[in-house]
């Protein structure tokens, strides 16, 4: 069971955005996108959450091309966070997690040790009746996780979680639960693509990591095979030292 792109390209305005990208993510597996500013990684987030359409290439979910699949079909296989999410109605966030219920006919679907099991996941169960917009910025990002969790929650193996920057506004602490997050997401069968700015926490939690530079793939493969000095010199435009931790991990230290 696989989420590929074969050969994609996506042109906007007369402007490449992303050329030539193939990628497959499978069942069970974790995939962390890199890049600098402007790589092209939201768009990439884009196109497989169909709210892009290749300009070139095809993409196709467990063999079947995405244009024959319905939106309200898809929704049912593949969860996605994208970069930024708008919400100004005084919903609780219960109510916010919730909608991720909305292709399955709505809340009324929702168990309620299913709600509790998302929310004690996120630390959110004692903000659950909170008003969202009232939250801080990363009480809001983790609420908005859960939302993407209750979507597929209950049939996790086999489908596929889509993150843009899921630890944007979180805290150390917070970061590392959603790093446990998406790991636990893969043993349990799941798809994970996440776009992270940070690499050495790509790198942590990614079976395979994507490099992309202005819309091109620089690499791809083992985090300790693609990020190689002259590979990160080359995408960041700084120059990195890669140190051993005592663990057997790696860690990227960047100086001018």
Known sequence: ?????????????????????????????????VGPNGAGKSSLVALVAATSQPSSGQLSLDGRPYGSISLAERATRVAVLPQQTSLEFPFS???????????HGGGR???????????????LYDLRNRIYTSLSGGEKQRTQIARVLCQLWDRIA?????FDEPTAA??????????????DLADRGAGVLVVMHDINLAARCGDRLLLLKAG?????????????AA???EAFGVMPQRLLLDDGSLQWVFVE
């Open 1 to 33: 069971m696989t989420i590929c792109l074969s050969g994609c390209s996506l042109v906007q305005g007369g402007k490449v955005i992303l050329q030539d990208v193939s990628l497959q993510l499978a069942a069970g597996e974790v995939i962390s996108v």
């Open 93 to 103: 966030v219960a109510e916010v997690i919730q909608l991720g219920r909305i292709p």
């Open 109 to 123: 679907h929702l168990q309620s040790p299913m709600l509790a099991e998302i929310m004690d996941c996120l630390a």
């Open 158 to 162: 086999g489908s596929y979680f889509i």
């Open 170 to 183: 979180l805290d150390i602490g917070h970061q590392l639960v959603i790093l446990r997050l998406l790991r």
């Open 216 to 228: 091109q793939v620089l690499g791809l493969g083992k985090p300790a095979e693609v990020l190689t």
């Open 231 to 233: 590979r990160v010199t």
